[in-house]
């Protein structure tokens, strides 16, 4: 994975030196070009696949939100969970979040689904796989992401500084499960999707609670109030 083309921030490349020399890195960096050279079309671009860990380095991560697959329709992903590109309509699943944050916080919803804000402030925005083919749902689930993307949650597990855990769904329940506890603040609730966010992910409040956690161990608050305009830092 030593692509030129790919941007990985610098605390991110250290700590997860073993990974991009492990086999089932080469095995992904593989299936990647093979698919690329049947002429298939791979969300989000190649210097998008890391863009979660290049906003928010290692050091600086004070929540994490974890999704599933990037979007696979035109124009969407960019590599960040639940978000997408400006102009993009708002996903089903953004919009309720907003909407859950309008009842926790007072804030408005956003007009864009565009939420880089959030990530530069140390939300660190992961999806569990990294790529997808165009128009095919969880089309790469299974070739070695998941691998990763576990070792970047061990990674931040592993800091002393404590950090919370905003985990919507069974699956992002699971795939964090071995999170320290003791140390950093494990929110769970329902996932946001229409189908779900009536069971529980409506008044849990997993803001307001990120940040009194954040702030009783001294650390800045998040700014959840997206600007009025997306702010590109491409």
């Given at each position: ?95 309720n979040i ?42 790469h689930q ?93």
């Amino acid at each position: 994975m030593a692509d030129t083309s790919i941007k990985l921030e610098e605390s991110w490349k250290q700590a997860l030196t073993p990974e991009f020399s492990a086999p089932y890195m080469a095995s992904l960096k593989a299936f990647l070009k093979a698919e690329k050279q049947q002429g298939k079309v791979i969300f989000p671009k190649g210097s998008e696949y890391f863009r979660a860990l290049d906003l928010t380095p290692l050091g600086q991560v004070k929540a994490v939100i974890l999704g599933q697959d990037p979007y696979h329709g035109d124009g969407q992903a960019h590599g960040l969970c639940f978000s997408v590109q400006p102009g993009v309509r708002i996903p089903p699943s953004l919009v309720n979040i907003y909407k859950e944050m309008q009842v926790d916080l007072g804030i408005p919803p956003a007009r864009h689904g565009y939420l880089e804000h959030w990530a530069t402030q140390g939300v660190l925005l992961l999806n569990s796989v990294l790529t997808v083919e165009r128009s095919l749902a969880a089309s790469h689930q299974g070739r070695g992401w998941e691998k990763f993307t576990d070792a970047v949650i061990a990674r931040v597990n592993e800091q002393e500084t404590p950090a919370v855990f905003m985990l919507w769904g069974s699956y992002a329940q699971k795939k964090a499960a071995f999170v320290d506890q003791r140390k950093h603040l494990v929110l769970k609730a329902p996932h946001p999707s229409p189908l779900s966010a009536n069971n529980g992910f409506f008044g849990s409040r997993h803001f307001s609670k990120a940040n009194a956690f954040l702030m009783a161990n001294g650390i800045e608050p998040i700014d959840w109030q997206l600007p009025e305009k997306p702010e590109t830092t491409a």
